[in-house]
């Protein structure tokens, strides 16, 4: 059973870029979830895929865009970047909507 | 606003002994937790979950308890072996089928000694 994967694993990027972060779900799961984690803190919800649609979001705003494509993976987009996008980006994919959560290791986005 | 919170930023403990790693809620309607063990350089794994109709959970050395009046949950290792030594997130959420987030706690560092 293939777990998440993402990629990159770090990416450095300067404010105004655009970014594009890759996700591929778990074998399965047809749910996918991101979350933004900052340094001492905990993953906060940016916004999930329910059968490439979104699916709820969280307290992000628009230049936070997502896809799910039909073999579930997903992207996430973030436009005209800024410092405090710096953080760790994880994606999680699960079962269904409200189930548990399966991480994969994440994307360092330093922006400078 | 912080739903979830762990006012424990870290924790040691003797290898054998039990650790305790706290988390407290203020959402009522939260009726489903998890902890999450995090290594670094690696994603958050699931370790177990409650759901708000138990107030016990147990899984091998590790065992989760809900106070639901208190909104305050619990997760007990025991024992705690240095292995266990990552951050630990509790996290909940709301209601069933409506593909909503989970809400996690900004992590307790425990650290097991030998």
């Known amino acids: 059973e293939t777990g998440v994967t993402q990629s990159p694993t770090h990416l450095i990027k300067t404010r105004g870029q655009q970014v594009t972060l890759r996700c591929s779900s778990q074998?399965?799961?047809?749910?996918v979830s991101w979350y933004q984690q900052a340094l001492g803190q905990g993953p906060q919800f940016i916004f999930q895929y329910y059968r490439e649609e979104e699916n709820g979001r969280g307290n992000f705003p628009p230049r936070f865009s997502g896809l799910q494509f039909p073999n579930y993976s997903s992207e996430l987009n973030v436009n005209a970047l800024e410092l405090d996008d710096s953080a760790l980006y994880l994606c999680?994919?699960?079962?269904?909507?409200?189930?548990?959560?399966?991480f994969g290791s994440g994307t360092q986005l330093s922006v400078l | 606003d912080q739903q979830v919170k762990q006012n424990s930023p870290s924790l040691s403990v003797q290898e054998g002994r039990i650790s305790i790693l706290n988390c407290d809620y203020t959402?009522?309607?939260?009726?489903?937790f998890l902890w999450y063990k995090k290594y670094p350089a690696e994603g958050p794994t699931f370790l177990i979950s409650?759901?708000?109709?138990?107030d016990k959970n147990e899984d091998g050395r590790f065992t989760v308890f809900l106070n639901k009046s208190a909104k305050h949950l619990s997760l007990h290792i025991v024992p705690s072996q240095p292995g266990d030594s990552a951050v630990y997130f509790c996290?909940?959420?709301?209601?069933?089928?409506?593909?909503?987030?989970?809400?996690f706690g900004t992590g307790t560092s425990l650290t097991v000694i030998p």
């Open positions: 409650i759901s708000s109709i138990k």
């Open positions: 074998s399965g799961h047809n749910t």
């Open positions: 959402n009522s309607m939260f009726d489903y």
């Open positions: 999680a994919s699960s079962y269904s909507p409200n189930e548990k959560l399966f």
């Open positions: 996290a909940a959420t709301v209601g069933q089928n409506t593909g909503n987030q989970f809400y």
